[in-house]
């Protein structure tokens, strides 16, 4: 009896750390705000291999937490290729620590996914869209912001 | 005389953001005299039989760089014969990125067997004056009467993980209209890409 709770908490440990990243397309990210129970969405593009991003990634976190028990919710979207899955995205979000939902981008024509988040978006990373379901706000940012910055963006569309 | 100042301020905002914004579709691209991988100098005007060219800004240690080298000495070998040659600028200061050194440069270059000029471009001038927000970042050049008109900017094609074989390739379209006497249909593309890794100002 005591192996098989072993062996059944091994599995949902393991799981749990396996479901920390999955893979979404944009229309299911626009489906998770959509349904969400939060209003403001802070979602962050960004990939490991991104000096900048990696950078201000601490301050989504702690605009995150900051908020926890407020209908808001930060989401970083990398756009690390989905075959590094695995090998980066994983390692690197346990290494970090991170506790904001984290997604890997599941779009295959990047022309059309850019075009899509942002009209004028270059393609740039570090980007930013923050969403108020509420207020059908959408502002979009290409650039990497200071704790600051990023307070300021926010309380601007709350 | 308020008023006249804030139109000459509004004049000098609106060409400091012009300079940053580089070329546009149309333009006509200046030359350019930097060092090669093999030490020696390459200029746009030293391809003597060029009806064009294939401007590559990329660098050694950008993912998105690194899953193209394949593709564009795939596009060096495909053009270059057909008059347009590839021409890759490395856009990043070796400070700033380590992997990034002339020397790094070389051994990429003779690792991967490029078959294509590769350039230094030190304090970044071309990469600020062509207007390459990002690695990799093409420009494709059409020799005319006037001098080089930039045809094409953007992305290689819309697949950068090599996923669909349906992909479009944005380059090799551009370029086979331009050999046909065409106008490129497509004229300017976005992809994610690496940001340019400036050199750090001193600050005294």
């Given at each position: ?5 072993v ?21 299911e ?9 939060d ?13 900048p ?87 979009f ?18 | 005389?308020k ?18 914004i ?24 030293s ?79 071309y ?14 050049l ?63």
């Open positions: 009896m005591q192996k098989c709770i062996t059944i908490l091994l599995i949902l440990a393991g799981h749990s750390v396996n479901a920390q990243v999955k893979l979404l397309t944009l229309n990210l626009e489906q998770r705000a959509a349904k969400g129970k209003t403001t969405y802070v979602v962050n593009f960004w990939a490991t291999w991104c000096g991003c990696v950078e201000e990634l601490p301050y989504f976190e702690r605009l995150n937490n900051e908020n926890a028990k407020k209908p808001f919710k930060v989401i970083l979207m990398s756009l690390d290729f989905k075959s590094k899955l695995k090998t980066d995205v994983i390692p690197f979000v346990a290494k970090h620590k991170i506790k904001s939902e984290v997604y890997v981008v599941n779009e295959t024509d990047q022309q059309k996914f850019i075009d899509r988040v942002d009209k004028n978006w270059s393609g740039a990373l570090p980007a930013t869209l923050i969403l108020n379901t509420d207020k059908k706000v959408r502002a940012y290409e650039q990497a912001f200071t704790y600051s910055e990023l307070l300021k963006a926010v309380e601007t569309h709350k | 005389m008023k006249l100042l804030l139109a000459c301020l509004n004049i000098l905002l609106a060409t400091a953001v012009n300079a940053q580089g070329y546009q579709v149309g333009d006509l691209a200046s030359d350019f005299n930097l060092k090669n991988v093999d030490g020696k100098n390459v200029s746009l005007a391809y003597k039989n060029a009806k064009g060219y294939i401007v590559v800004f990329t660098c050694n240690t950008c993912p998105v760089s690194k899953a193209y080298e394949t593709r564009v000495e795939a596009l060096s070998k495909m053009y270059a014969v057909k008059g347009y040659p590839v021409v890759a600028i490395n856009t990043n200061d070796p400070v700033a990125s380590p992997g990034d050194t002339y020397e790094k440069m070389q051994e990429r270059a003779k690792e991967k067997g490029f078959s294509f000029a590769y350039l230094l471009d030190p304090d970044h001038v990469t600020k004056k062509y207007g390459a927000q990002r690695t990799p970042h093409v420009f494709v059409q020799k005319t009467a006037k001098g080089n008109e930039v045809a094409y900017i953007g992305a290689i094609d819309n697949d950068q993980q090599e996923a669909n074989a349906q992909r479009d390739n944005y380059v090799q379209n551009a370029v086979n209209q331009l050999l046909k006497g065409e106008k490129p249909a497509l004229t300017s593309t976005k992809a994610i890409g690496c940001t340019i890794k400036w050199k750090k100002e001193v600050s005294k």
